[in-house]
T-cell receptor, first 115, second 113 residues
């Protein structure tokens, strides 16, 4: 089984709708991240969490919110989806105590289309 | 402002030859660099990394070279195999506690059998 899973894998929604993307991990890592990838661009950080009580904004947090329900779960919400949020979304984890502590491990991604 | 740049969107190489993927960065505070490989419909997979205290790190067919004065790193794959065909992302991390990664735009490598 995959260490980092994301649901759904694909989602089509309409402008103005609220949607939630979910991420779960079995790696036991404290740190979790949400990124988006747009065509021709690299991954950009939306939010990150060092533990259940620690949530931080990334480079492009406007229009998004997150919830860290447990060490293993980190959800990303689009409160009112807009077409320019159409992108590929990735969740990632890392363990700062591990050798190669800056290495992040990614889920398979969620492809989101906002009409 | 793109702090990590991969100026070649694509690269084609014959099987068995060397593939060289390049990456430049602008932030002198970056102290750790990583390469990720991404296949279609999958998430990025960690490939190899290098700390700024080193100038070379090798793992099997993959070697990363770091030139701090030029703010440049490269990934060498030798010999290249068709299974290496993927998009390769360069990423960098700074000295802050957040350890957040900054990604390049990726280079699509095609290894021709």
């Amino acid at each position: 089984d995959a260490d980092v899973t994301q649901t759904p894998r694909n989602r089509i929604t309409k402008t103005g709708k609220r949607i939630m993307l979910e991420c779960s991990q079995t790696k036991g890592h404290d740190r979790m991240y949400w990124y988006r990838q747009d065509p021709g661009l690299g991954l950009r950080l939306i939010y990150y969490s060092f533990d259940v009580k620690d949530i931080n904004k990334g480079e492009i947090s406007d229009g998004y919110s997150v919830s860290r329900q447990a060490q293993a779960k980190f959800s990303l919400s689009l409160e009112s989806a807009i077409p320019n949020q159409t992108a590929l979304y990735f969740c990632a984890t890392s363990d700062p105590l591990q050798a190669g502590r800056k290495t992040q491990y990614f889920g398979p991604g969620t492809r989101l289309l906002v009409l | 402002d793109q702090q990590v740049k991969q100026n070649s969107p694509s690269l084609s190489v014959q099987e068995g030859r060397i593939s060289i993927l390049n990456c430049d960065y602008t932030n002198s505070m970056f102290d750790y660099f990583l390469w990720y490989k991404k296949y279609p419909a999958e998430g990025p997979t960690f490939l190899i990394s290098i700390s700024s205290i080193k100038d070379k790190n090798e793992d099997g067919r993959f070697t990363v070279f770091l030139n701090k004065s030029a703010k440049h790193l490269s990934l060498h794959i030798v010999p290249s195999q068709p299974g290496d065909s993927a998009v390769y992302f360069c990423a960098a991390s700074g000295q802050t506690g957040a350890n957040n990664l900054f990604f390049g735009t990726g280079t699509r490598l095609t290894v021709i059998p």
